[in-house]
């Protein structure tokens, strides 16, 4: 099965365990940016080198580091059947800049899927989530501001990916695997 997808949606609709379990059922890697992130830093590469003065400064890692890091990526050989990228794009410039990795290497996108939420029941989601692991940092004032970043810079993308008919919205409420069935049922007639 070869499948080239980007899952989108605001923090706490799920896309971290929707991403996995995607990825699994469609044979393909999940890449997020965290970890390409992660990896670089671990692996004392140039690109992770930079990322870490950004990160250790509490500061966004600035999108030519991102989309240099994701173009490394995507060259790999693991992709070569597809890959599910969740955390990229973050905003539209990025969109355009995935476009370019892609035609470059003579792919396109299957399908961009948006995990749909309640801010109300997102909301309440990450605040059981920060009392369960204990991030005190994770107040429903930080919560509701991360949305509205959220809705600010990352949602627009839904729109352009819509605008070229490649946009699937899902419902991320509900038993995980109740929304795992529902995502692979929304993406089946893109991919394959």
């Known amino acids: 099965m ?40 671990k692996g004392g590469t140039a690109l992770g080198l930079k990322v870490q003065e950004y990160t250790s400064a509490g500061a966004l890692v600035p999108d030519e580091l991102t989309n240099a890091m994701v173009r490394d990526r995507l060259a790999e050989p693991d992709v070569e059947g597809g890959f599910l990228l969740d955390g990229y794009p973050r905003n539209v410039a990025q969109v355009a800049e995935l476009d370019d990795i892609l035609t470059s290497t003579g792919r396109s996108l299957d399908v961009a899927v948006e995990i749909t939420a309640d801010a109300a029941a997102v909301v309440d989601r990450l605040l059981k989530r920060a009392e369960i692991e204990g991030r005190a940092d994770d107040t429903e004032s930080v919560v509701r501001h991360r949305l509205d970043v959220y809705a600010e810079q990352t949602a627009p993308i839904a729109g352009v990916y819509a605008s070229r008919d490649l946009l699937v919205q899902v419902d991320g409420i509900g038993a995980v695997d109740e929304v795992t069935q529902r995502l692979l049922a929304a993406i089946a007639p893109y991919v394959g």
């Open 2 to 41: 070869s499948a080239r997808l980007v899952l989108l949606g605001p923090p706490g609709a799920g896309k971290g365990t929707q991403a996995v379990r995607l990825a699994e059922s469609l044979g393909v890697p999940a890449i997020s940016t965290g970890d390409i992130f992660r990896a670089n830093i």
